[in-house]
T-cell receptor
Framework: DAGITQSPRHKVTETGTPVTLRCHQTENHRYMYWYRQDPGHGLRLIHYSYGVKDTDKGEVSDGYSVSRSKTEDFLLTLESATSSQTSVYFC???????????????FGDGTRLSIL | TQLLEQSPQFLSIQEGENLTVYCNSSSVFSSLQWYRQEPGEGPVLLVTVVTGGEVKKLKRLTFQFGDARKDSSLHITAAQPGDTGLYLCAGVGYGQNFVFGPGTRLSVLP
């Protein structure tokens, strides 16, 4: 299994509070991704990174920001959490060119975030 | 925006039965991947199909990529309880990100 650790695994917080989720990899893969998974929608890309300090928006980026200061860490921040951001969040990594290529993505085990 | 549809949404069968699940789109993809996800875990890649019309077999699982590269199917022969899970297809667009379908939730009863 690819070495991907997401933290925390579960979090409950209140509307309006800031939340940061962490993804840590030990594979030295260049590409890292944040997805959210909701019933009926599958996995939707929030943001991705193609290198240290290099990030770009995905399909559902509004209300989220990311940072990647080291190859191994990719942080997802909800500046002011809303109830619509209640979801399961997955981090993924891929080697070589993940975007538009056949390279598989390796996923972490997810963070279940509830915003009350 | 490229979209992927999967059918059926839910499927419950008895051990030993055969089944087919489908992944369809109006868009063309450079390749298509199938993942299986178990509760509390992230998706795990099963296969990647690249060529239109391609068929790949993984033990009791047979994957096919449509000739037009817009659709794919997954056939499971003699399903076992260990096959239970959420099956996701993901299309890889030309120069674009992965697009995931909503998944088919399979339950194989002993």
């Amino acid at each position: 299994d690819a070495g991907i650790t997401q933290s925390p695994r579960h979090k409950v917080t209140e509307t309006g509070t800031p939340v940061t989720l962490r993804c840590h990899q030990t594979e030295n893969h260049r590409y890292m991704y944040w997805y959210r998974q909701d019933p009926g929608h599958g996995l939707r890309l929030i943001h991705y990174s193609y290198g240290v300090k290099d990030t770009d928006k995905g399909e559902v980026s509004d209300g989220y920001s990311v940072s990647r200061s080291k190859t191994e860490d990719f942080l997802l921040t909800l500046e002011s959490a809303t109830s619509s951001q209640t979801s399961v969040y997955f981090c993924a990594i891929s080697d070589l060119q993940g975007i538009g290529s056949n390279q598989p993505q390796h996923f972490g085990d997810g963070t279940r975030l509830s915003i009350l | 925006t490229q979209l992927l549809e999967q059918s059926p949404q839910f499927l419950s069968i008895q051990e030993g039965e055969n089944l087919t699940v489908y992944c369809n789109s109006s868009s063309v993809f450079s390749s298509l991947q199938w993942y299986r996800q178990e509760p509390g875990e992230g998706p795990v890649l099963l296969v990647t199909v690249v060529t239109g019309g391609e068929v790949k077999k993984l033990k009791r699982l047979t994957f096919q990529f449509g000739d037009a590269r817009k659709d794919s199917s997954l056939h499971i022969t003699a399903a076992q309880p260990g096959d239970t899970g959420l099956y996701l297809c993901a299309g890889v667009g030309y120069g674009q990100n992965f697009v995931f379908g909503p998944g088919t939730r399979l339950s194989v009863l002993p």
